[in-house]
């Protein structure tokens, strides 16, 4: 859909700009790319953790982790919107109402997990069964759904707190909760796992509750804020329900991609035991990769989201240009990363050397398909940055739709498990052709406080 001709600022509604340099990206990428890398080492420590109690345990994992991350991430919408909104006022100069909307979106939060704390707990053995958990695997998939699912009102909170203080341009902090947590986290889990002999339990139980103690030390410093600046803490029931519908759009490009990474685990599934193992451990370590690329991607949240509120279209340009280079850049980079320490990683994860022996393959595939994953996660977040989340949600479905079709052809040929991992590549092609169409143009180049 075309942008009205109102909402699209052109030469003479510009407020003058200062260049947006390497360094002032970088400032706000490096603190983001140490939050975003402490986030997934939660799951590569359980995933070291738990892998050597066995395949069905960490085949266990793997199920339940992919139920788990579906549950916060159809909610990332918290996060990316709330960046992007506050980002915006900054720019615009209304910093008051970029903070209340913050907090408005943490309430939301707190909501939303409990509601979904719920649905983990009472529905973690139907849940792990759909996914298609083998009958070894089933009952630790289970068990770890329902033990973590009590960490969800925390874990969404600190999704709608660190958006907030990323639109606020303060990467630092959460760098500092994200870095201490996943230390801290780490350790628990192994005294949980061995010294105490919860097994798969005790990881669960260990991340739940420092995710807890995240979302605390997170509204302790929101609290904070809103003194300083005199903003009331306390809901606005308005605001909040506004939020929620006008985050529709974001929701669905999510639950679009969650349906493409459910679908990967329960083909995953169908190959057996050993390759849902070696998946899992795939999945994670691409995860861990797309997510430090991903720290561009909140740095072009943050400034293409600030520079359109001040009209500045020039220098929005220039955000675009800087992050697609960099973007391919750290992509060539990951990927040789990943090709080089394939051997190693197949053995640090796992003992079991069926898993080694359908894990390496996939780990380069994997790796080739990294330099455009780069370029995938900056285009989104610029997009998400200038609020366009419309278009995403279309092409979210129609790239989850070309998965599904290549899930068809990979089963009707008798593929394995590194097809299945060529597929997932064609999806990640399919988002690149889509989200680069997109950015071309001038549509989604919405101008002042609000993107509509």
């Not at 699209?8 to 700009?17: F, G």
Request: glycine share 12%; hydrophobic share 60%; charged share 10%.
């Amino acid at each position: 859909m075309e942008a009205e001709p109102a909402q699209v600022a052109d030469a003479t509604q510009e407020t003058p700009a200062t260049e947006v340099t390497g360094r002032a990206i970088l400032a706000l990428a490096i603190p983001a790319l140490g939050a975003l890398l402490a986030e997934p080492l939660f799951v590569l420590a359980d995933s070291a953790i738990v892998g050597h109690l066995g395949p069905a345990q960490l085949a266990g994992l793997g199920t339940a982790g992919a139920a788990l991350n579906t549950l916060v991430n159809v909610c990332i919408f918290l996060a990316y919107s709330t960046t992007a909104q506050v980002s915006r006022l900054i720019g615009a100069g209304r910093r008051g109402e970029g903070l209340a909307r913050g907090v408005d979106g943490m309430y939301l939060a707190a909501g939303l997990g409990l509601l979904l704390a719920v649905v983990g707990v009472l529905g973690a053995d139907p849940i792990v069964r759909w996914l298609g958990a083998g009958a070894e695997a089933a009952p630790y998939a289970a068990t770890y759904l329902r033990i973590s699912s009590l960490g969800l009102p925390g874990m969404l909170l600190v999704l709608a707190a660190t958006g907030l203080l990323r639109g606020l341009h303060d990467m630092r902090t959460p760098l500092v909760v994200a870095a201490a947590a996943a230390v801290i986290n780490t350790l628990a889990n192994w005294v949980l796992v061995y010294p105490c002999g919860l097994g798969i339990a005790g990881s669960a139980a260990g991340t739940a509750g420092v995710q807890s103690a995240m979302a605390l030390a997170y509204a302790y410093i929101v609290v904070k804020a809103c003194r300083r600046e005199n903003v009331s803490a306390r809901p606005n029931p308005r605001a909040v329900r506004a939020s929620l519908s006008a985050n529709f759009a974001l929701l669905v490009r999510t639950i679009g991609l969650r349906v493409y990474l459910l679908a990967a685990v329960w083909a995953a599934g169908r190959l057996g035991t050993d390759a849902l193992a070696a998946n899992t451990i795939a999945q994670n370590l691409w995860f861990m990769l797309a997510l430090a690329l991903d720290a561009l991607a909140i740095a072009a949240q943050a400034l293409v989201g600030h520079e359109l509120g001040a009209g500045r279209t020039d220098a929005t340009r220039q955000v675009v240009a800087r992050m697609n280079r960099w973007g391919l850049g750290f992509g060539v980079v990951t990927g040789v990363g990943l090709a080089a320490l394939s051997p190693v990683l197949a053995g640090a994860f796992t003992n079991d050397q069926a898993v080694a022996a359908a894990l390496m393959p996939v780990l380069l595939v994997a790796a080739l398909f990294q330099p455009p994953a780069g370029v995938v996660f900056v285009l989104d977040g610029v997009l998400i940055g200038a609020g366009d989340a419309t278009y995403l949600a279309w092409a979210s479905l129609a790239c989850t739709g070309v998965f599904l079709i290549g899930l068809a052809i990979l089963f009707a040929a008798g593929g394995n498990l590194t097809w299945l991992w060529v597929v997932v590549g064609v999806f990640t092609l399919a988002r690149l052709a889509f989200l680069y169409a997109r950015a071309r143009g001038t549509a989604w180049m919405r101008v002042g406080a609000h993107a509509g």
